[in-house]
């Protein structure tokens, strides 16, 4: 719902009108609305770090479906498609309400930091076997990853980009670790 229609779309008896539950339910387990958004986002975190963490352990399974970099791409554009894109949507109206609740920014940021962790390790994953980066270089590396990841969702929430494919944006990652490894020079 929150992904759906906004944290404005989002009450007490609309959940329960969704969920089809008896009226009162939803409030009997969070009793007020600051409590319905932070369970809200510990699910949704749930749910971002269960897919990065299948597929960061299926990262040696050589198929090339769901591993590498090319996973994670696969990952960006299913966030941007039907019925991911709610969940997308849901995330980002999670970061928005946490710019106004002190509470709420904590879960979010500590969502953030294991999101972040994640990524580090498979981005480490990733590097050239001839080549290992120093941490502040993975450190680059992990934020620049994560910025174009987030913009590329951002926009197909907003339904502004462009068709890519998973194969287009895993060329976009790998250019990205790479440039900035180039950039930092030697190891």
């Known amino acids: 719902m929150l992904g759906a229609d906004g944290a404005r779309g989002l009450s007490h008896p609309k959940v329960d009108r969704r969920a089809r539950m008896p009226a009162g339910t939803t409030s009997f387990y969070f009793r007020t609305r600051k ?7 510990a699910r949704v ?9 299948a597929m960061s352990e299926l990262a040696d399974d050589g198929d090339g479906l769901v591993s590498g970099t ?5 990952m960006v554009v299913l ?12 995330r ?4 928005m309400e946490a710019g106004r609740e002190p509470e709420l920014a904590e879960i979010m940021r500590q969502s953030t930091t294991q999101f972040h962790e994640l990524v580090r390790r498979a ?18 590396q992990t934020y620049a990853v994560l910025r174009f990841v987030n913009g590329v969702m951002v ?24 440039g900035v490894r180039e950039q930092r020079g030697p190891d």
């Open 45 to 53: 975190t749930e749910l971002d770090l269960a897919d990065l963490r």
């Open 79 to 90: 966030a941007g498609t039907a019925p991911w894109v709610t969940r997308t949507r849901a």
């Open 92 to 95: 980002y109206e999670l970061a």
């Open 123 to 140: 981005v480490t994953h990733w590097q050239p076997d001839d080549c290992q980066p120093d941490s502040a270089v993975l450190d680059e």
């Open 155 to 178: 926009e197909s929430c907003q339904g502004h980009d462009p068709d890519r494919s998973a194969e287009q944006i895993d060329r976009l990652i790998r250019a990205i670790i790479g």
């Open 70 to 74: 090319l996973g994670l791409a696969t």
């Open 35 to 41: 409590a319905l958004m932070h369970a809200v986002a």
